[in-house]
């Protein structure tokens, strides 16, 4: 598939379009998203799932599954999967994983997909199930329910990453894959074909990745928390009730 092709910006503006719906409907269910969240959260975590599922079928069902390739060792693929637990268990460490994640790669990956299968291949549809749905689950649980991500959650997200590059590199040496891109860039071209030769794409990304962590971190302070939002909503009943007074 080609970038920026007419399904690549279909694909791109429903991913907008869900995850605005999700923020929407979470802010006017007010704290953790009141009634909207939990159906949301369940429907959303299991599209995800059944795009996860369905893609390794596929890849079974061609012939084409192999170890150098479709084992879970791609950052995209522990951010579907942590996304998925993060959505029906919404843990305050997992949430934070899902949304530097998500804004730090998941979102790249989606504007310069690596995916060679176009509309209406099954594998256009699980890309932007699993990607797509990662990011709308970012949006839903810290833009939406407000779970502002904690102080110092950059950096402790940010060694949960350089630990699942250690299995990468350890899954990449077993089967002679490329995962996490620690062999070669991806073919198709992304953001590390501006960042040198292999090995200093590597170390580039490393440090570009912490610059990413520790920025989202420092966004986040300005999101609304829970706190802020409940005093909103306090203040307005109080306003309310000294008007009807």
Same mark, same amino acid.
């Given at each position: 598939?080609?970038d920026?092709?007419a ?24 704290v ?6 939990h159906p949301a959260? @369940?429907a *959303? !975590?299991?599209v995800?799932?059944?795009g996860?599922?369905?893609?390794q079928l $596929? /890849? #079974?069902?061609r ?5 150098r390739v479709?084992l879970p ?6 951010v579907t999967?942590?996304?998925v ?11 934070e994983?899902?949304y530097?994640?998500a ?5 790249q990956a989606?504007?310069t997909?690596?995916?060679r ?5 099954v594998l256009?549809?699980?890309y932007?199930?699993?990607?797509g749905g990662?990011?709308a689950a970012?949006?839903? @649980?810290v *833009? !939406?329910?407000r ?5 110092g959650s950059?950096l402790r $997200? /940010? #060694?949960?990453?350089a ?5 990468a ?20 071209g992304?953001l590390?074909?501006a ?8 170390a ?5 990745g912490l ?10 302070r300005?999101?609304p928390g ?18 009807r007074?």
């Amino acid at each position: 598939m080609r970038d920026l092709s007419a399904e690549h910006l279909v694909a791109l503006a429903a991913t907008a379009g869900v995850s605005a719906l999700l923020v929407a409907g979470a802010r006017r269910g007010g704290v953790d998203g009141g009634g909207f969240s939990h159906p949301a959260r @369940l429907a *959303l !975590g299991a599209v995800i799932l059944a795009g996860f599922a369905t893609e390794q079928l $596929a /890849y #079974a069902e061609r012939g084409l599954w192999s170890a150098r390739v479709n084992l879970p060792f791609q950052l995209s693929d522990a951010v579907t999967l942590v996304s998925v637990v993060a959505l029906w268990r919404p843990r305050p460490a997992l949430v934070e994983l899902v949304y530097y994640w998500a804004f730090a790669a998941t979102l790249q990956a989606l504007l310069t997909p690596d995916l060679r299968q176009a509309y209406p291949d099954v594998l256009y549809f699980t890309y932007f199930a699993t990607h797509g749905g990662a990011l709308a689950a970012a949006c839903l @649980l810290v *833009l !939406g329910e407000r779970r502002r991500p904690r102080a110092g959650s950059a950096l402790r $997200a /940010y #060694a949960v990453t350089a630990g699942f590059a250690v299995l990468a590199a350890i899954a990449t040496l077993a089967t002679g894959g490329n995962y996490l891109f620690l062999r070669r860039k991806p073919a198709g071209g992304s953001l590390l074909d501006a960042m040198g030769p292999w090995p200093v794409y590597i170390a580039a990304a490393a440090a570009l990745g912490l610059a990413l962590f520790l920025l989202l971190e420092a966004l986040a302070r300005h999101y609304p928390g829970p706190d802020a939002q409940g005093t909103a909503r306090t203040g307005r009943r109080a306003a309310g009730r000294d008007a009807r007074g």
